[in-house]
Nanobody, 115 residues
């Protein structure tokens, strides 16, 4: 089994920054890809950012230029640096990992951006 633990969420004012962390219980090199999803109240879960084993990254249009996904293989950790936060970024953020035919999810971390 793979366990993912997110941290770094919190309350921040619009324009502020947060860095989310996702630490895996196994070497993240074994993952095909890892990503960050978010789900706002009453809305569908959406992919925010992803990074493949090879290091390719992708972002939702709504966060391009503001969010950056990165990883530290030695720490088995993936990060999501979120800058210039907007109220519409408010959501529960989930870490996801793809390994073989399976995907794994963290418990989520709440991000609230106040106006």
């Amino acid at each position: 089994q793979v366990q993912l633990v997110e941290s770094g969420g919190g309350l921040v004012q619009a324009g502020g920054s947060l860095r989310l962390s996702c630490t895996a219980s196994v070497n993240i090199f074994s993952m095909v890809a890892m990503g960050w999803y978010r789900q706002a109240p009453g809305k569908q879960r959406e992919l925010v950012a992803a990074i493949t084993r090879g290091g390719s990254t992708s972002y939702a249009d709504s966060v391009k230029g503001r969010f950056t996904i990165s990883r530290d293989n030695a720490k088995n950790t993936v990060y999501l640096q979120m800058n210039t936060l907007k109220p519409e970024d408010t959501a529960v953020y989930y870490c996801q990992a793809q390994r073989g035919a399976f995907d794994y999810w963290g418990q989520g971390t709440q991000v609230i951006v106040s106006s």
